[in-house]
């Protein structure tokens, strides 16, 4: 949920002066009325419905933090506001901390759900330490609605789907095409992988007394490899299997290597150290 959607830019004060609780509610009044969505909404009504949330309990949520919200019959959409407090207002603070960042919410009473979404989307966008220092650094309103403008974009973006990453492996039994393979990664955009030295079955069973006789069978060839690992994206792998088979031979065919692929469910970190 983008809060920049919400947020009234009339509604935002770098300059917040009241220093006491009461004071603080009437200012926030005063800065929500210069939004277009509450100029029907009478200033007593807003500051009634701030004040009888405040009785539940103070909406002061430490660190500097609070979110003064109300459900306000008559409005038909959310509105937000946000005042930054140089000094701090003393405000009853779950942690006993002046407030330096009011961040005030109202909506229509018949919208629980949403109402739900959006305090929790600005409690999150608050939990960012990088976005509270810009918040309190800011300088004017309108720094102050960049800086939501902004953080509302990043979010947007985390929240987008992620494109679908594959787990590759390659068995490389034919070494000598390692260095063809890496290079084909790099034509193809892989930026990174990992090569570990690995050994099949048969070098396993060939140091085995009893197995001794089977190095021949096996091949010894296959008996050692390079295993690659690498973290693509799912679009690129047939693209990866084609320029393999063309280096190597159709690999239902030529055994001088495996491919597999595995989908990734949590990946973090990189293996690109190009």
Do not use: W
Request: with cysteine; net charge negative; charged share 25%.
């Amino acid at each position: 949920m983008n809060l920049y959607d919400k947020l009234c830019k009339e509604g935002c004060s770098a300059s917040f002066k009241a220093k006491k609780k009461d004071e603080a509610l009437h200012e926030l009044v005063a800065l929500l009325k210069k939004c277009p969505r509450v100029e029907n909404i009478g200033s007593s009504k807003i500051y009634s419905a701030l004040k009888d949330r405040e009785k539940l309990g103070s909406t002061g949520l430490g660190g500097g933090i609070a979110i003064p919200h109300a459900k306000i019959d008559g409005l038909d959409d959310f509105v937000l506001a946000l005042a930054i407090s140089k000094k701090g207002v003393q405000f009853e603070a779950a942690d006993n901390r002046k407030v330096h960042i009011f961040f005030v919410l109202l909506g229509p009473s018949n919208s629980p759900n949403e109402h739900l979404k959006m305090l929790s989307a600005i409690s999150r966008t608050l939990r960012d330490e990088d976005i509270k220092n810009e918040l309190l650094a800011a300088r004017s309103s309108e720094s102050i609605y960049e800086t939501i403008v902004m953080s509302s974009d990043e979010q947007a973006k985390k929240e987008l789907p992620q494109e679908k990453k594959k787990l590759l492996m390659i068995v490389l039994y034919e070494q000598k095409y390692l260095e063809d393979l890496m290079e084909l990664f790099l034509e193809l955009g892989v930026k990174g992988s990992t090569v570990i030295d690995s050994q099949g079955m048969g070098g396993i069973l060939t140091k085995v007394p009893l197995f001794a006789d089977f190095i021949n069978f096996l091949g010894e060839n296959k008996n050692y490899s390079k295993t690659i690992f690498a973290i693509i994206s799912e679009f690129e792998l047939h693209t990866i299997i084609r320029g393999v088979e063309n280096l190597l031979g159709d690999l239902d065919k030529h055994g001088g290597a495996s491919i597999i692929s595995l989908d990734i469910h949590f990946v973090k970190g990189t293996m690109e150290y190009m």
